[in-house]
């Protein structure tokens, strides 16, 4: 039997247009022969829907886009497999269930639901499902499925040191021996997430000597990116189909008679930048909008940040916005020109010199008798702020902040200045990653100007200033920075780990506790990593935190 991995970029609550791209894509698998075309994880609603699922309409309307999908393919001769949220029964005490529905024919063979509610890092699916209370095979031209959906198959006891479920789904499938295990899934990106996705998959078809498909979401919804890649392996493990990364795709194989395939290399830092481009392509279109702008400082960030932009929106889309200050060198114009000369982007300067003395002088009177500090050089960014978001209104486009990981773990940004902003682009990636990315992005052509990946980083606030003046060295900062933020060590695991000394451990992680006020009122932050700023990593703003 062929089967298709309809790989899709869903909108949440878009029933209308997720209909129309199950619809077309199961034409198509129908065209190729497939009998089988299977959809990821609450497609047909878009995932994740959140608190949607607390409102009876809303589940009203996915169990009626199921029965408008039954009667949309009734006569095609693929089946679909797909994803969405239902009401759940109401002794429960929960809104929804997270289910699969098998339809064939305008029928609905099965309705399976999600058993493994995960509730760590980004999700939270215990504060809205209930969780299925068995599984059951279903069979299809004679060929018995066991379904099961995302986290229901990450429970693998031979391959998962530490398990979080005491149940495993899939012992209780392999009881009613099926022949097949498909998984729908919704599983975000991150930072070597499609390997460990890939052998854990392996280990389970090799446990339970049947094929393994699963079929992943793609595409961006707000902080979350899902990089699809789609995939079916045989029952000795081997790689016999995988969709594209960060691409809708429609993959269709034979789970038994498929040959097997050579397992595709990735590469962390081309995903990753793969990764923020259509991440930034769906948050800005999903939002409603086209357009964005950059504030473009001459530095590495905010180069990169407009590069992504560009290769998601197209250069017409993407204005950059030169702000220069007393302290800005000539590079930061000069640079900027060039890149964005690279990029076939529209480049404009706005001068804040005569705005920001009068600043001060409004302020004078009251600042009689202080000293300059961080003061006058948060005005400069919030000047900036000002303008960005008034050209934001003007012309009904986002800005985009440019602030990266290292500076918003220690709070070397401005709250109403540079963190003003729709989306934090390259909020999840570390000073260093940026430099990586950069220089891979530069690896056939110049995009980024060499003298902007070159020069020492600078805010530019005040007079040779320099980034190493209130931080240490980046190479330093962020290893810390990962093992702390990322991982949870403790300052003393972090010193012996990379020969840091302790004090210095420990005064990165004060900066990184008393920043948390800011980051909590930041732009919702693109997630590439295992751990980044927003809804998976919460702390209390108002803490003492002992070091």
Same mark, same amino acid.
């Given at each position: 039997?062929?089967?298709?991995?309809?790989?899709?970029?869903?909108?949440?609550?878009?029933?209308?247009?997720?209909?129309?791209? $199950?619809?077309?894509?199961?034409?198509?698998?129908?065209?190729?022969?497939?009998?089988?075309?299977?959809?990821?994880?609450?497609?047909?609603?878009?995932?994740?829907?959140?608190?949607?699922?607390?409102?009876?309409? !809303?589940?009203?309307?996915?169990?009626?886009?199921?029965?408008?999908?039954?009667?949309?393919?009734?006569?095609?001769?693929?089946?679909?497999?797909?994803?969405?949220? #239902? /009401?759940?029964?109401?002794?429960?005490?929960?809104?929804?269930?997270?289910?699969?529905? &098998?339809? *064939?024919?305008?029928?609905?063979?099965?309705?399976?639901?999600?058993?493994? &509610?995960?509730?760590?890092?980004? !999700?939270?699916?215990?504060?809205?499902?209930? /969780?299925?209370?068995?599984? %059951?095979?279903?069979?299809?031209?004679?060929?018995?499925?066991? $379904?099961?959906?995302?986290?229901?198959?990450?429970?693998? %006891?031979?391959?998962?040191?530490?398990?979080?479920?005491?149940?495993?789904?899939?012992?209780?499938?392999?009881?009613?021996?099926?022949?097949?295990?498909?998984? #729908?899934?919704? =599983?975000?990106?991150?930072?070597?997430?499609?390997?460990?996705?890939?052998?854990?998959?392996?280990?389970?078809?090799?446990?339970?000597?049947?094929?393994?498909?699963?079929?992943?979401?793609?595409?961006?919804?707000?902080?979350?990116?899902?990089?699809?890649? =789609?995939?079916?392996?045989?029952?000795?493990?081997?790689?016999?189909?995988?969709? %594209?990364?960060?691409?809708?795709?429609?993959?269709?194989?034979?789970?038994?008679?498929?040959?097997?395939?050579?397992?595709?290399?990735?590469?962390?830092?081309?995903?990753?930048?793969?990764?923020?481009? $259509?991440?930034? @392509? *769906?948050?800005?279109?999903?939002?409603?909008?086209?357009?964005?702008?950059?504030?473009?400082?001459?530095?590495?960030?905010?180069?990169?940040?407009?590069?992504?932009?560009?290769?998601?929106?197209?250069?017409?889309?993407?204005?950059?916005?030169?702000?220069?200050?007393?302290?800005? =060198?000539?590079?930061?114009?000069?640079?900027?020109?060039?890149?964005?000369?690279?990029?076939?982007?529209?480049?404009?300067?706005?001068?804040?010199?005569?705005?920001?003395?009068?600043?001060?002088?409004? &302020?004078?009177?009251?600042?009689?008798?202080?000293?300059?500090?961080?003061?006058?050089?948060?005005?400069?960014?919030?000047?900036?702020?000002?303008?960005?978001?008034?050209?934001?209104?003007?012309?009904?486009?986002?800005?985009?902040?440019?602030?990266?990981?290292?500076?918003?773990?220690?709070?070397?940004?401005?709250?109403?200045?540079?963190?003003?902003?729709?989306?934090?682009?390259?909020?999840?990636?570390?000073?260093?990653?940026?430099?990586?990315?950069?220089?891979?992005?530069?690896?056939?052509?110049?995009?980024?100007?060499?003298?902007?990946?070159?020069?020492?980083?600078?805010?530019?606030? @005040?007079?040779?200033?320099?980034?190493?003046?209130?931080?240490? /060295?980046?190479?330093?900062?962020?290893? $810390?920075?990962?093992?702390?933020?990322?991982?949870?060590?403790?300052?003393?695991?972090?010193?012996?780990?990379?020969?840091?000394?302790?004090?210095?451990?420990?005064?990165?992680?004060?900066?990184?506790? @008393?920043?948390?006020?800011?980051?909590?009122?930041?732009?919702?932050?693109?997630?590439?990593?295992?751990?980044?700023?927003?809804?998976?990593?919460?702390?209390?703003?108002?803490?003492?935190?002992?070091?």
């Amino acid at each position: 039997m062929k089967i298709a991995l309809a790989q899709i970029n869903p909108t949440v609550g878009d029933f209308k247009g997720n209909l129309a791209k $199950i619809g077309d894509s199961a034409a198509r698998a129908a065209g190729l022969g497939a009998r089988l075309t299977v959809f990821s994880e609450l497609v047909i609603c878009g995932y994740p829907p959140a608190d949607f699922l607390e409102k009876p309409s !809303f589940l009203a309307r996915c169990r009626s886009a199921v029965e408008e999908l039954a009667a949309a393919t009734a006569g095609l001769p693929t089946a679909v497999l797909a994803g969405v949220a #239902l /009401p759940a029964d109401p002794g429960s005490g929960k809104a929804a269930v997270n289910a699969a529905v &098998l339809i *064939d024919k305008g029928t609905i063979l099965l309705e399976q639901h999600k058993r493994l &509610l995960p509730f760590y890092d980004v !999700f939270d699916e215990q504060r809205y499902f209930s /969780p299925s209370k068995g599984q %059951k095979v279903v069979e299809l031209e004679g060929l018995r499925l066991g $379904i099961t959906i995302c986290e229901d198959a990450w429970n693998d %006891k031979h391959f998962w040191q530490h398990r979080l479920y005491k149940v495993d789904p899939m012992e209780e499938l392999m009881g009613q021996h099926p022949d097949l295990h498909i998984n #729908l899934s919704s =599983s975000p990106f991150w930072h070597g997430k499609r390997s460990i996705r890939r052998e854990m998959l392996a280990a389970i078809a090799r446990r339970d000597d049947i094929p393994v498909l699963m079929c992943n979401q793609v595409g961006g919804n707000d902080s979350l990116i899902f990089d699809g890649t =789609s995939m079916a392996i045989n029952s000795r493990g081997e790689l016999i189909g995988q969709a %594209k990364s960060f691409e809708e795709d429609l993959l269709v194989v034979d789970a038994f008679d498929s040959p097997v395939i050579a397992t595709p290399q990735d590469d962390d830092t081309e995903a990753a930048y793969r990764a923020l481009v $259509i991440g930034t @392509r *769906d948050y800005v279109r999903k939002c409603g909008f086209c357009k964005v702008l950059v504030a473009l400082s001459g530095g590495i960030d905010s180069a990169l940040v407009a590069a992504i932009a560009t290769d998601a929106l197209g250069p017409e889309n993407v204005l950059g916005i030169g702000m220069p200050s007393p302290y800005s =060198s000539s590079g930061s114009i000069d640079d900027s020109r060039r890149l964005a000369q690279n990029l076939g982007i529209r480049f404009e300067v706005i001068g804040i010199n005569g705005l920001f003395d009068e600043y001060r002088e409004a &302020l004078a009177p009251l600042f009689e008798g202080t000293r300059t500090d961080t003061t006058e050089e948060n005005i400069q960014s919030r000047i900036r702020g000002v303008l960005m978001m008034a050209l934001s209104n003007k012309f009904s486009a986002l800005v985009l902040t440019t602030g990266n990981k290292s500076e918003m773990a220690v709070g070397y940004c401005t709250l109403y200045g540079d963190m003003v902003g729709a989306l934090a682009v390259i909020g999840d990636l570390v000073k260093t990653r940026v430099y990586a990315v950069c220089r891979w992005l530069n690896r056939d052509r110049e995009t980024i100007p060499p003298a902007v990946i070159e020069k020492p980083p600078s805010a530019e606030l @005040r007079p040779d200033q320099k980034d190493t003046d209130s931080l240490p /060295p980046y190479e330093v900062l962020d290893p $810390i920075l990962e093992a702390y933020v990322e991982r949870y060590e403790t300052p003393e695991a972090i010193a012996h780990a990379t020969g840091t000394p302790l004090s210095l451990v420990q005064q990165v992680v004060r900066l990184v506790e @008393r920043s948390e006020y800011k980051r909590q009122q930041a732009a919702p932050v693109l997630k590439v990593t295992s751990k980044s700023f927003g809804m998976g990593r919460r702390f209390p703003i108002a803490v003492t935190v002992e070091v």
